[in-house]
């Protein structure tokens, strides 16, 4: 009797064991069924144009012409929204890596934040489109604060020319169209544009030419009148059509810098289809067109800071980041047409 009580005994503590390791097993396979690890952090596409390079000197120190040198790493936006979806591209849409921003006229100083920042009326007159804040003294937060013309609203950059005089007269434009464009290099280079970075500010043309030259960035012809040329200077447009003049800004960006003591040298124009190893980062190309309301004859015209040939545009970017990588992404790198509202 003592010994099928201990086989019964023996018996039970096995299917007990059983049991609980059954438990166990259940628990690691419902735990592999329904449990995935989380992926690793994606990063963020509006930060990648701003850690290419490592600046070779401190944030706030001054270069020897006397310019603070502004960097990537020394300007950040407030708030970083995150980018939108992607959507597919539609079947119709049309190949062309653009995205554009009507801007219309905003106001007139002699101011030149870029040039001349922090001295009222220093500069030439100036005509200002987009943020309608701005001054001299206008940085990257108090253009973040300002409102803007822009359609799209949410681009609170900054565009300025030299006003127009015509019979010593200012005349605006009624036609302010900036195109950001990813022609002008190959196209494998087209597919890793990345965005303009925060509080960018460049330069393009030469206010201070003196004939015209390889510096003379503009181009100036007439709208409905393509059998009058394009030239470096004003052009004699016919009666019923309008003077407009185009600006290329340099879409090769050197990875580091915000700024440069001349406003130029950290970014350049490709070379043979691609950024030059200066200036590794493609960025857009910021297409300047500005349409007046004037023709006739040329001898009437002048520029607040000469000839037409001294026309030039300068560029705050204060897009906010996640507007413009999503710009970028949709339009520029996968080469589609897209409107104000960065969609197809």
Not at 145 to 150: F, H, L, Q, R, V
Request: net charge neutral; with cysteine; charged share 15%.
């Amino acid at each position: 009797m003592p010994h099928v009580l201990t086989s019964r005994l023996r018996r039970r503590v096995w299917i007990a064991a059983l049991a609980v390791a059954g438990v166990a097993a259940s628990a690691v396979t419902a735990n592999a069924m329904f449990f995935t690890p989380p992926a690793p952090p994606k990063a963020s596409p509006t930060s990648t144009a701003t850690t290419v390079t490592t600046p070779p000197q401190a944030a706030g120190t001054t270069t020897q012409a006397g310019t603070p040198t502004q960097t990537a790493e020394t300007t950040k936006a407030a708030a970083v929204a995150p980018v939108k979806p992607q959507e597919p591209i539609p079947p119709n849409a049309v190949r062309v890596a653009e995205f554009v921003a009507e801007c219309p006229f905003t106001h007139r100083l002699p101011d030149d934040p870029i040039v001349l920042p922090n001295l009222p009326g220093a500069s030439h007159m100036h005509s200002f489109f987009g943020n309608d804040s701005t001054n001299a003294r206008s940085d990257v937060t108090s253009l973040g604060k300002g409102a803007s013309t822009c359609n799209p609203k949410v681009d609170l950059s900054s565009y300025w020319v030299p006003t127009l005089l015509v019979d010593g007269q200012p005349v605006e434009p009624t036609g302010t169209t900036f195109y950001y464009l990813g022609e002008g290099v190959r196209d494998d280079v087209t597919a890793r544009i990345q965005p303009l970075p925060h509080g960018l500010r460049i330069v393009a043309g030469n206010a201070k030419a003196t004939a015209p030259d390889n510096t003379t960035m503009s181009r100036w012809s007439c709208l409905h009148a393509g059998h009058v040329g394009a030239s470096k200077d004003f052009v004699n447009c016919p009666a019923g059509t309008m003077i407009e003049s185009y600006l290329d800004f340099p879409q090769c960006w050197n990875g580091k810098d915000l700024d440069s003591a001349d406003h130029k040298s950290h970014m350049s124009y490709p070379v043979a289809g691609d950024c030059p190893a200066t200036h590794p980062v493609p960025v857009p190309k910021l297409r300047q067109v500005l349409r007046y309301p004037v023709s006739g004859d040329p001898a009437r015209f002048k520029l607040s800071s000469g000839p037409g040939f001294t026309m030039h545009g300068d560029f705050f970017n204060v897009w906010p980041e996640a507007e413009m990588a999503q710009r970028v992404r949709d339009c520029i790198n996968r080469i589609v047409k897209c409107g104000p509202d960065g969609r197809p």
